[in-house]
């Protein structure tokens, strides 16, 4: 398991599987950022990681599960730009696809003919 995006948590988590893991006759190992949970289903680790982060008040993170490793994920923050106020729609004429009165006939080019031989 991954939580390097979960910087000042590494210590409680690692408390709380530990303290969780025993009453399931799990063992539970730390190398820096990694976790590593032994005794016990994928599932388990996963639900356990969620129980931690709801009590830690991470409602907002997730726990990811990418070809047998766990990661805790922040929220994704999407940014939109903004049109500016200046701009205004297109005309209704020129967005719809049938005619209106008083607007242009869109007109195909000519095209060249060929003579027949």
Not at 50 to 60: C, Q, V
Not at 69 to 93: M, Y
Request: charged letters at 25%; hydrophobic letters at 35%.
């Amino acid at each position: 398991m991954d939580l390097a995006r979960l910087p000042g948590k590494i210590g409680p988590a690692v408390d709380f599987l530990r303290e969780h893991v025993k009453s399931l006759n799990g063992r539970v190992s730390t190398k820096g950022n990694q976790i590593q949970v032994e005794g016990l289903k994928h599932k388990e680790v996963k639900l356990l990681l969620h129980k931690f982060l709801r009590h830690n008040g991470l409602d907002d993170h997730r726990v990811l599960s990418q070809s047998g490793t766990l990661e805790i994920v922040p929220p994704h923050l999407a940014t939109h730009t903004k049109q500016d106020a200046a701009t205004t729609p297109p005309p209704a004429a020129a967005t719809m696809p049938y005619l209106f009165p008083g607007a242009p006939v869109p007109v195909a080019p000519d095209k060249k003919r060929r003579k027949k031989s």
